[in-house]
């Protein structure tokens, strides 16, 4: 698990991502808070200074008025005008992200009701409702264990129900909820979070990727939940995540979510057989700006390497081959063949054999492209590999009509291991 120095740190990176310009361009036109009766007297008066202000000057005017600040918020959002409630909510959410000890001034339980009631309005913008969205979650994230059960599932449910919430500001305020430990679960539990956070594809944009990445890191942040992040296939997501991706804030959140995985047994396995080997080491040799990225895909590697080491095992390989269904992952990999090669002598070179069986009698196309694959690591490898899979009736004919196949996975893998049989310097090719 990350530390908290370190988990501080990637939440406000989640906090800013990518909206800094979007806040500027709401807060550069105020409107005339004088003129709006909603906002009449101390309300607009506070409004009005905190226009322009740095951020410490703003913090300190929101601390003198203390007292208030939850019934200017309230002010806001019964404003009609939908641009004077898109600024107010923007202003206080630029605040409280700035400082979060701004929600120490607002008393949480008084704006719940105000909020769900104006994201549950007719004709908000959608810059107001992620805004919205963000400070309901963010109150009940602050208010930790004190924070209503049945609040954080509602808040929850009207996240992923109000259509004017964006899908970056929907996966914004439920990673709020997710980030405290003793909300994570009840959040999760909501029919639609699971299949919201975890929704990453190919196109997936990187604010959207990111924040999906962050809120799965969240969740493999809690033991309870990693059976959970298994059956969704996190595993596969993220590895994808770090192989087509080279923005750095989604490296970092999706290193530090498959270190998790790495580090427990419900998911470790799975995690090496999506290819984080080959994934994880690829990022080394990448040029990165932030140092600090170095710094964790050193530490992430070292952490899949270990776990290759405790998983990556002749014995699983052996079951692997007897169920007759093989698929692409670590122990087919380069490092399990240096490692494990000899052991293929045991009884005789029995898993040889049945990898020619498998060869022989196989349907499934990846099954097949992986045997050959073994097959010809073997011969590569081992002393007498060539010898000994000579010594087997028809083996290599078998091997050289896979070359013919209408699959190309297995007719290259055929291909190559057809070479591997044949050429006594393999290396030299």
């Not at 924070?147 to 305020?173: C, F, H, N, W, Y």
């Not at 530090?256 to 080491?281: I, P, Y």
């Not at 050289?400 to 291991?417: F, N, P, Q, T, Y």
Request: aromatic residues 6%.
């Amino acid at each position: 698990m990350a530390n908290n120095q370190e988990r501080e740190r990637l939440m406000k990176t989640a906090m800013a991502g990518g909206e800094e310009d979007t806040t500027a361009s709401i807060l550069a036109s105020p409107p005339a808070w004088g003129s709006i009766s909603e906002c009449a007297g101390a309300p607009a008066s506070l409004l009005t200074q905190l226009h322009g202000k740095d951020s410490a000057s703003q913090f300190a005017l929101c601390d003198s008025a203390k007292g208030s600040i939850a019934d200017t918020i309230a002010a806001c959002l019964r404003v009609a005008d939908p641009a004077a409630a898109t600024y107010a909510l923007t202003l206080f959410v630029d605040i409280a992200r700035t400082n979060s000890a701004f929600y120490n001034l607002v008393q949480p339980a008084s704006l719940y009701d105000p909020l769900a009631k104006f994201l549950a309005k007719a004709g908000i913008s959608e810059a107001a409702a992620d805004k919205a969205a963000y400070l309901l979650t963010a109150l009940l994230w602050q208010a930790g264990s004190t924070a209503p059960k049945t609040r954080v599932a509602d808040a929850a449910k009207l996240v992923l129900q109000t259509t004017t919430v964006s899908e970056v500001g929907a996966i914004d305020a439920l990673v709020n909820l997710l980030k405290h430990t003793e909300l994570r679960v009840v959040a999760w539990s909501v029919p639609g979070v699971r299949a919201k956070v975890s929704d990453i594809t190919a196109d997936t944009p990187v604010p959207l990727l990111y924040k999906c990445c962050f809120a799965l890191w969240m969740v493999s942040c809690e033991a309870s939940l990693l059976e959970d992040l298994k059956d969704l296939g996190a595993h596969f997501k993220i590895k994808k995540a770090i192989s087509t991706n080279r923005n750095e804030k989604v490296i970092r959140v999706a290193l530090q979510c498959l270190k998790n995985m790495l580090g427990s047994n419900v998911t470790a396995e799975d995690v090496l057989d999506a290819g984080a080997l080959e994934a994880v080491d690829a990022l080394q040799y990448e040029k990165w700006r932030d140092a600090e990225v170095y710094e964790m895909v050193k530490s992430v590697s070292k952490s899949v390497h270990s776990a290759v080491a405790e998983h990556s095992n002749f014995l699983r390989y052996e079951n692997e081959v007897k169920k007759k269904s093989l698929t692409w992952g670590f122990i087919h990999s380069e490092k399990f063949w240096v490692e494990n090669y000899m052991s293929f002598e045991k009884d005789d070179y029995s898993v040889v054999k049945q990898l020619v069986d498998i060869v022989m009698q196989a349907s499934d196309a990846v099954t097949l492209a992986v045997a050959l694959h073994d097959i010809g690591e073997f011969a590569r490898l081992h002393p007498s590999g060539k010898t000994v899979l000579n010594r087997m009736p028809s083996a290599k004919a078998q091997i050289m009509a896979k070359m013919g196949d209408s699959d190309r996975e297995v007719a290259r893998e055929a291909l190559l291991c057809t070479q591997k049989l044949m050429l006594n310097r393999w290396q030299d090719l």
